[in-house]
């Protein structure tokens, strides 16, 4: 699907040599990969403290349980 974007040649070919990217196509993939991980990164981080645990739980009781 070809796209035109208005992209800032500087910013672009910073990020081609950074990531030592041979084209525009791979630069710009790469960005968007990374972004879009990022971003989902952002919403697990969200999470944390949010679930409920039992404090009596002992987990290395369970790890030798398992091994045993």
Known sequence: MPTNLAID??????ARKL???R???ETVNAALE?????RKQQK???LFGTVAYD???????E?????A
């Open 9 to 14: 040649d500087r910013l672009l070919e910073n």
């Open 19 to 21: 990531g030592r990217h």
């Open 23 to 25: 084209t525009k196509r």
């Open 34 to 38: 990374e972004y879009i991980r990022r």
């Open 44 to 46: 697990i981080v969200a």
């Open 55 to 61: 404090k009596r739980y002992d987990y290395k009781r």
């Open 63 to 67: 790890r030798r349980a398992k091994r």
